[in-house]
């Protein structure tokens, strides 16, 4: 009887607390249930992001005109309807909690109601006769409140992107009827942006207790999600996977410098309640969750909490490949401004600080914005003693000066410490078995002092820039003495909180990241465009060439400010006088190349060497070339068009394309061959927003006007010298 006393009030204070916070929200009109009418990839919508309620069916709705999330309130909080407005593509075909919980070993659901028994399809009207589960947390009551920075970026460099989004908050608050629960707390976050059909979820879970509760798994989402195609037999990893919705989260790592391969959260599972599936087996993978799975168990001290992982979810509206690729680009654009920021920075390989002042020289002179000490120069940023502090801060005072910003590469991973600090194989109990044989644990008291004094040495030199070579948190550590951690369980989860903690502080602190995993949505900048080192060993012939393909294959899913390539200026990972530039005087036509591939693509490369430049010809020639750079920087960070991968049998290339600039389309074309290559090429100018007559101008000199087919393509005799390149810019007809 206290029981079902206890589930009554907690349902009482849900609608007590919904009265007092609909007035938060706009009253939904069936006006606003209308479908996306324009490309928002092309002409930004007009609506803007809110969170309605609609009285009369007593629900909750997020929607900015490209999504819409719907919420029944009774007799618990759950989702009903997740509508894609490009395609008017519903997503849901079963309610499911909205998060769920193991503490201390027990699993519960947060929110969420039982009592569908059909799990292909839903109808509104079914869920009259749902209900709440007996020890679910239940509905307290809800908030809203305009998006608030997830970083308080401080922007430093330039940036195609100069501001942080808007949109609405949804906070949904849930309490357990359970007496042994009663103090814990669980906060549900829905975040819905402007103009773009994505929302993030998280939630956050508060131990208001006296004692330590253990949580050993937070799925913070759980989607009964359509199938788009299904099978009679096969098993889940058959079968193709749902592809209405893009998942991504703040917590991927693998040094595979893609996100999909990077996931660590993302579980599609399968669903033997869905009885009608046409699967015998029912094994059609159709329900969605979301959690770390090596995070076992973390111990919550009273007072503390816990945030999830932040899923985002953009909702796909077509399966090409490019389109899906800048629509996720956008979404970066949106959530993560800060991979728009692209400066140009040169890699010093030094041995003393004269010639860190000379290549500081050198970058003033030729239009670089920053430098950035490699690995294996002197630089140690580890050392925080006064002498050191007190050289790099004159060496970064003598940058400044000339406009330049400066920092360091610092090696965290792939190098052994001692056995009191690296991470602890769990299979053998010994150090050893971490991503690169040995690592040191981040959660170890090395690691703790690790970051400790990168923060201190950035902060007393003024660095601005900050090179990362580890740590991997997938390197989970069975140590119980490191006082980051306790244990293996958590070994995971804390080192990634410490690593993620300290890229943010980067960011906030004006500090430019270049990290070689996918900490993006946690303040890093920029991963490497994806490459094998040794290929740097090849002739310059072949690196051009292969280097355009890394190009063509890496800025599918990520903005062109996002990557970083390689330029060795001298020998690295093997190879002869035929793999290097070096002396750069002789090799002016490879240098030219390589450096128009990169710039035009507006991916920044690592000139890796002593110097920029050998003689005055060849400061002449790094100089035009980044100044041109400068006088397209906007169009060449927009998103590319990929037009043909190089194959060295004939032309290959790529075009930036926005709506927006003034410049709509930026084409590059490259000739690998020893004659001259005349073609026919078709640019695709849908995403330009252009589709009537157009201005093509080559090289700033020869002006055209083309008329664009219903298609919004046009065709352009193009003339590419042997081993050469050529260029164009097409704007509007005013």
């Known amino acids: 009887m206290k029981k079902i006393i206890s589930i009554a009030v907690f349902i009482i204070t849900a609608f007590v607390s919904f009265a007092q916070h609909t007035s938060r929200t706009a009253v939904w009109n069936n006006s606003f249930n209308t479908l996306a009418q324009d490309d928002w990839l092309v002409k930004p919508p007009t609506a803007k992001a809110n969170v309605y309620s609609d009285e009369k069916e007593g629900s909750l709705i997020l929607y900015n005109g490209l999504v819409r999330r719907s919420f029944g309130m009774s007799p618990n909080f759950a989702c009903y309807d997740f509508q894609n407005m490009a395609t008017s593509q519903q997503l849901l075909r079963a309610i499911r909690p909205e998060a769920k919980l193991i503490i201390d070993g027990k699993e519960y659901n947060v929110g969420g109601v039982i009592g569908q028994q059909e799990k292909a399809y839903l109808q509104k009207e079914w869920m009259k006769g749902f209900k709440a589960g007996a020890d679910d947390f239940m509905f307290v009551g809800y908030t809203v409140a305009d998006i608030k920075p997830y970083i308080n970026w401080k922007r430093t460099t330039w940036a195609s992107v100069n501001k942080q989004a808007t949109g609405k908050e949804l906070m949904i608050s849930f309490a357990s009827p359970l007496p042994s629960l009663k103090d814990i707390t669980v906060v549900v976050h829905y975040e819905l942006y402007d103009g773009l059909p994505l929302m993030v979820k998280w939630i956050e879970v508060k131990n208001n207790s006296l004692k330590n509760i253990v949580v050993n798994r937070i799925v913070n989402e759980s989607l009964g999600l359509v199938e788009e195609e299904s099978a009679v037999v096969g098993s889940p990893e058959q079968m193709k996977k749902q592809h209405g919705i893009y998942v991504e989260t703040n917590y991927a790592f693998n040094n595979a410098m893609r996100y999909d391969i990077s996931d660590q959260t ?218 980051g951690h306790k244990g293996l369980d958590d070994s995971q989860w804390r080192q990634m909180e410490l690593q993620k903690g300290l890229y943010r502080w980067c960011n906030e602190h004006g500090v430019y990241v270049n990290a070689p995993d996918w900490y993006f949505l946690d303040g890093t900048h920029k991963i490497g465009i994806g490459y094998r080192e040794v290929n740097f060993s090849l002739s310059r012939d072949q690196q051009k060439i292969l280097n355009r393909q890394n190009i063509h294959d890496g800025t599918f899913e990520k903005l062109p400010s996002m990557s970083w390539g390689f330029v060795p200026l001298t020998r690295y990972q093997g190879g002869g006088p035929e793999a290097v530039l070096e002396p750069l005087k002789d090799h002016l036509k490879d240098y030219e190349m390589l450096m128009v591939q990169y710039y035009g693509a507006g991916v920044q490369a690592c000139y890796r060497g002593p110097r920029l430049y050998d003689t005055t010809t060849t400061k002449a020639l790094v100089t035009n070339t980044v100044s041109w750079y400068k006088k397209y920087r906007d169009i060449l960070n927009a998103p590319n068009v990929h037009l043909r991968r190089a194959d060295g049998r004939d032309w290959d290339g790529f075009m930036h394309v926005s709506p927006n600039l003034k410049d709509r389309a930026f084409v590059l074309l490259f000739n690998p061959t020893p004659e001259t290559i005349q073609r026919q090429v078709v640019l695709p100018l849908y995403y330009t927003g252009l589709n009537t007559k157009v201005e093509v101008a080559e090289k700033d000199a020869m002006h055209r006007q083309l008329m664009a087919d219903n298609k919004g393509n046009i065709k352009l005799n193009v003339s590419i010298p042997a081993g050469g390149y050529t260029w164009y810019v097409i704007r509007e007809i005013n």
């Open 266 to 483: 993302t579980h599609w599972l399968t669903d033997s309640s869905y009885t009608s599936q046409v699967n015998y087996n029912y094994q059609t993978p159709c329900v969605l969750e979301v959690y770390p799975e090596k995070v076992k168990a973390v111990v919550l001290a009273p007072g503390e909490t816990i945030k999830s992982p932040r899923t985002h979810e953009l909702l796909m509206d077509s399966y090409d490949r490019e389109r899906r690729g800048m629509m996720i680009q956008r979404m970066y654009a949106t959530v993560a401004p800060w991979t728009t920021q692209n400066p140009i920075f040169m890699h010093l390989v030094s041995s003393n600080d004269q010639q860190v002042m000379t290549a500081v020289d050198q970058c003033a002179a030729t239009g670089y914005e920053a430098l950035i000490l490699s690995f294996g120069s002197h630089c140690n940023m580890e050392d925080t003693s006064a002498k050191n502090i007190a050289r790099w801060k004159y060496l970064t005072d003598y940058a400044h000066s000339k406009g330049i910003l400066v920092g360091s590469y610092s090696l965290f991973s792939s190098r052994r410490i001692n056995d009191e600090t690296d991470v602890i194989d769990p299979k053998t109990g010994k150090p050893g078995g971490a991503f690169f044989g040995n690592a040191p644990c981040m959660g170890s008291q090395w690691g703790l002092t690790y970051i400790d004094k990168l923060k201190y040495f950035i902060t007393k030199t003024g660095f601005d820039l900050f090179e990362n070579d580890g740590p991997y948190p997938g390197d989970v550590c069975a140590s119980t003495v490191h006082p």
